[in-house]
């Protein structure tokens, strides 16, 4: 190999990975020789903008172009190669083929370094009907300009959305900003599956709320031909209930898959999830060959094991990391969370770590709560609840994941609690996190040490925890149901079979409960019939608190499907 300062480094996929190693590697080396490959027209362009440009948000299609070969060339001196694909790796050789794609001409370039970066390609599975001029997918700009150019002259018409993954709700969302009607339809009984469903369920009230018609454990069986009695200009999107739904267009966003071919065919190891294998330094099973990004698996940061996470954050830390490999800063690539937020309409929904479902398959054993604290202060105008679920470990309260939903500090929270994440903490460390504080910004408890406080009760014992999704089973034989809000909260919605008692009586209505039954208490947020429970239990009453409460609950009942 050639000594670090004239290194000859050849990079596969110029975006999110590709590009930040690129400049990595120019800012550690100046001398060395950096050649990127893109298949595609563009270099180091805004994938995630992508949505918002084709709802009108951002106006100027220039504005997704975070860099140009022009640019990159003029400032990181790199010599980049749009519309050229590599489309074969002699590894013995160390050598890359390539084809420019518009004049069809091959040529050969030799490499000390190959990075990949191929990133993911839209999931096209084989449903009858589905390759169609009008059904589009969104993972490039030429993409978005296909769909921008269909919608031009199509007022008011009919868009179905398959997929409710992050991409296909903002796709959702933009298109309904430019007044189209839309449907989504989920094969899953829920949208975003990194949520639990009690958590979705909040973004499934949203879309109704905002006359996206939505269709949920449903797949799409085929996609037919319109017909005269039937009249759609894409086709009629034929669900597995029976279901037709007339489109104008559809958008696929079914979910991606590791653009890993070039890899598999020159031999590197895959995955079984079909990603390219990298060991920490993000290395392939060839020493001489590095990937990064979304073609790559990674390992969980909760549960340990091999995932699939295609996000832009984690691609352009390994873009980093991998340059720094490759000239001589050894470097760590420890694990993917796999943090993230989602726009929809007024809601913000963001993740981080495990969910529920992810820690039942990984045989993992945690303790859920949910608590529903202010963006801010009470006192001061204009707080909105957010929805808020973290889970830990029962022995030692170690945070495995956490899950927010709300009109405002959702992205603070959810950041301050993947940063915990990543440190290993405990909900002991959330309870005494110093976090900044000022009415219009939190309060001087944050939603983040309320939740490290409420698990904490939970870990001390001072209260046992009841779930939502067990209220429906509930056996009023041996169960009694407590309801703990004001009458005027009561006279706008209840659990069914419950027996009322305001906080504020509680004491002197103790006689009115059974020593018999446990007593499951709840009000709105949870916080009020914690204090319940803790009335009750010195009483000695047997007694647990409805986490998440009347909120949490009503959430998660099923909603009325809604009609375009
Ligand atoms: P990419 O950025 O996709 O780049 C790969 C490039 O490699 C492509 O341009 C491709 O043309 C090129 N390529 C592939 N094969 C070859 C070849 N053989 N030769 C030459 N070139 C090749 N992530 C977030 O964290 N937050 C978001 O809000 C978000 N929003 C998104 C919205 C959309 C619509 C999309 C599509 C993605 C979004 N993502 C988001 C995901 C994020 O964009 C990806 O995780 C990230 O871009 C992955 O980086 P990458 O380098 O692995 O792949």
Redesign the pocket.
Known sequence: MNKASNKRLVI???????ASAAARARRLCEDCEIII????PHVSFA??G??YFVGGEIVEQDSLLVQTPDSLKARFNLDVRIK????RIDRAARRVR?RERETGREYEEAYDALIL????SPLKPPIPGIENPNHFT???IPDVEKITAWSKDCRGCRVVVVGGG??GL?MAEQLRRRGFAVTVVEALPQVMAPLDPEMAAWLHEELRGNGVALHLNDPVASFERPSEQEPARASIVVLKSGQRLPADSVVLGLGVKP?AG?AKEAGLEIGKLGGIRVDDHLQTSDPHIWA????IEVHDGVTGQWALI??????NRQ?RIAADNILGRPSHYEQTWGT?ILRLFSLAAGCTGANEKSLRRAAIPFQAIHLHPGSHAGYYPGAHPIALKILFAPDTGRLLGAQAIGREGVDKRIDVLATALKAGMTVHDLAELELAYAPPYGSAKDPVNLAGMAAQNALDGDVALAQWNKVASLDPSTTLLLDVRSSDERARGFIPGSTHIPLDELRQRLSELPRDREIIAYCQSGQRSYIAARILSQRGFRVRNLTGSYRTWRAAQPQEETQP
Do not use: H, K, Q, W
Not at 37 to 40: A, D, I, K, P
Not at 310 to 315: F, I
């Open positions: 596969v996929g110029g975006v999110a990975g590709g490959f893109e298949r595609g994938n995630c992508l949505p050229t694909e590599v489309i390539v970066s191929m990133g993911a969104v993972r490039d992050y991409v903002e653009e070039l990064v990004g979304d073609a295609p996000l832009a954050g984690p691609a873009g993230a």
